[in-house]
């Protein structure tokens, strides 16, 4: 689900609203975009009134609006805010969630042939404690196969693990689809939109994920240091509970 192109009106008006494009050609988005002026001068004026006020007395001040960002995060998603939790990055929101699930020797993990390097560093640990990890390799044409997906699935699989959009290349997974196999096989799914948040529509209901994570500093243009993840309630879903986490237990 692409966002619909911008006109250049808008185009113009965003840039105008951009420092940054008076003086530079900046085409790192993929690695942290050029922030907009409001965002720099809310994070400028916060930490003036910290040096002024008192780091927990500023927090206090300012609490109605650091929580309705909770709300803002649930509603560009497509989830409930009590669904949320806001991490320093996706890499971390990402690591917690999975390393909040449980696992047993003989478990299977399905993942794709681009991942994420960080994510393939928590898989490699994984495998020595006995999960097994089943890669679904790209077919000639650089595409996802999604029957080789459903055929690798089997009675010991506990998660289906994908990137979006790696970072490594242009290939964009069809994690909609991938979606609704997980939930014919009742098998946990968990997405890493680091690369999407901001780029693509996301709806978590949509994508029938029931775990994904997200940075902030990419095409949502906020500050570095900023990221999310998105936990589906466990009431909402019937997946083998044996590796289930809730939010609460990653906060």
């Not at 409930?80 to 320093?88: P, T």
């Not at 080789?148 to 990137?163: P, Q, R, W």
């Not at 997980?182 to 994920?209: E, P, R, S, W």
Request: proline share 3%; aromatic share 6%; with cysteine.
């Amino acid at each position: 689900m692409q966002i619909d192109p911008i006109t250049k009106e808008e185009l113009i008006a965003i840039r105008t609203q951009t420092n940054g494009c008076s003086s530079v050609i900046h085409l790192n988005n993929a690695g942290a975009s050029l922030p907009p002026d409001v965002v720099i001068d809310t994070v400028v004026a916060y930490l003036k009134e910290e040096a002024t006020y008192g780091g927990y007395e500023t927090e206090y001040k300012n609490i109605a609006r650091i929580e309705d960002t909770y709300r803002l995060i649930a509603e560009l998603i497509g989830a409930d805010k009590d669904e949320v939790a806001i991490f320093e990055n996706a890499s971390a929101a990402w690591g917690t969630a999975f390393k909040g699930l449980k696992f047993e020797a003989g478990d299977e993990i399905i993942t794709c042939e681009m991942e994420y390097v960080t994510n393939l560093i928590g898989l490699s640990d994984i495998q020595k404690k006995g999960v097994k990890v089943v890669v679904v390799n790209n077919d000639e044409h650089g595409n996802f196969p999604l029957s080789e997906l459903e055929n690798a699935i089997t009675a010991h699989t506990k998660l289906i693990l994908v990137t979006h959009i790696p970072s490594s290349g242009g290939g964009i997974l069809p994690i909609m689809e991938i979606g609704k196999i997980a939930a014919k096989h009742q098998v946990l799914y968990m997405v890493d939109a680091c690369q999407t948040a901001g780029q693509y529509q996301i709806d978590v209901k949509a994508i029938q994920c029931d775990i994904l994570s997200a940075t902030g500093r990419k095409y949502l243009r906020a500050p570095r240091g900023t990221g999310f993840l998105f936990v589906k309630r466990v009431s909402r879903i019937s997946c083998r509970p044996s590796c289930w986490i809730s939010l609460q237990q990653v906060m």
